[in-house]
């Protein structure tokens, strides 16, 4: 058995690090010397290709580990197979700024999505995993929105790569559609 409290402090460091690193492609070229205010305002509104998926990569992050610190488990230790799933989870969330670096430098190229989206569909599958070996949680109605929650982001990670064939440059925001998954809680909790 493996104290759950360290496994939490170990997820709560790497989701920290990982949406830290998700800003470092976020910059102006190092050679970038602008002469005058329009020239740093053309260079600031052209690193929205960079931006967009930074904001929807530090947003899917977030509403992850929103969902882990909502969904408690009512034990105070856990298995060693939820352990080690719970690792493979967290190696997922470290490749995030990576596949979010290679979609903002080539968003005009189908695969870069591919590598994004099916990463996400990665972490949702294993958290899947970690939900059905998790032995008891503090209240059904979060595993119930987590649920969803892991459902939306399998669908708009699909939508993003099927859009991905047709537009690759706008496929990433497919991914918007996780925005929907707070409203989508709220909504739950309130028919409960």
């Known amino acids: 058995m493996y104290p759950k409290a360290r496994l939490d402090a170990l997820s709560d460091s ?49 509403l992850r580990w929103l969902s882990n610190v909502h969904l408690r488990s009512v034990g105070e230790s856990c298995s060693g197979p939820y352990a080690h799933w719970w690792l493979v989870y967290h190696l997922l969330i470290t490749c995030v700024p990576f596949t979010t670096i290679v979609v903002g430098r080539f968003d005009d190229f ?44 399998i669908a708009s990670s699909a939508l993003a790569i099927a859009w991905s064939f047709v537009n690759p440059q706008q496929s990433l925001w497919a991914l918007a559609l996780n925005l929907a998954a707070p ?10």
Request: aromatic share 8%.
């Open 110 to 153: 189908a695969p870069a999505m591919w590598l994004y989206a099916g990463n996400t569909i990665l972490i949702s599958a294993v958290s899947f995993r970690l939900l059905a070996l998790t032995p008891s949680f503090e209240r059904a109605d979060h595993l119930r929105a987590r649920r969803v929650a892991l459902s939306l982001l």
């Open 14 to 62: 790497i989701f920290g690090v990982a949406m830290t690193l998700l800003a470092l492609d976020v910059r102006l070229p190092d050679e970038f010397q602008p002469h005058d205010a329009r020239e740093l305002i053309h260079a600031l509104a052209g690193l929205e290709p960079k931006l967009l998926p930074y904001v929807l990569s530090f947003t899917v992050l977030g």
């Open 183 to 192: 409203v989508m809680e709220k909504r739950m909790s309130r028919s409960t």
